[in-house]
């Protein structure tokens, strides 16, 4: 089991940054997958971006293709999430997940294995 503590949400006007940081327990963090997922209101939650236990390899949503950007420090237990150019469309609550198959699991949510308790982040425009 891995535990999550996600921090860096809060509320923005459209057009800036903020930065997600996910803090995960447990020695074999450097071993696992991660991912960030949100769910607007109303709304199933749905893959953002993952990247693999190395770092190397990232998979983007199309609709933050280019503004968002994954990376992990395994020093740190650390993953975060850089959000550019935010849309009122990225508004929701921000989850950090992590599973050892996060990448081939990316679509199918409810596989994976662990939670964070997640982060708002909310856009206006």
């Known amino acids: 089991q891995v535990q999550l503590v996600e921090s860096g949400g809060g509320s923005v006007q459209a057009g800036v940054s903020l930065r997600l940081s996910c803090l995960a327990s447990?020695?074999?963090?450097?071993?696992?997958?991660m991912g960030w997922f949100r769910q607007a209101p109303g709304k199933e939650r749905e893959f953002v971006s993952v990247?693999?236990?190395?770092?190397?390899?990232?998979y983007y949503t199309d609709s933050v293709k280019g503004r968002f950007t994954i990376s992990r420090d395994n020093a740190k237990n650390t993953v975060y999430l850089q959000m550019n150019s935010l849309k009122a469309e990225d508004t929701g609550v921000y989850y950090c997940?992590?599973?050892?198959?996060?990448?081939?699991?990316?679509?199918?949510?409810?596989?994976?294995?662990?939670w964070g308790q997640g982060t708002q982040v909310t856009v206006s425009s």
């Open positions: 997940a992590a599973d050892p198959s996060i990448v081939t699991k990316r679509t199918s949510v409810r596989q994976i294995e662990n």
């Open positions: 990247i693999n236990w190395s770092g190397d390899t990232t």
């Open positions: 447990g020695r074999t963090f450097s071993t696992y997958g």
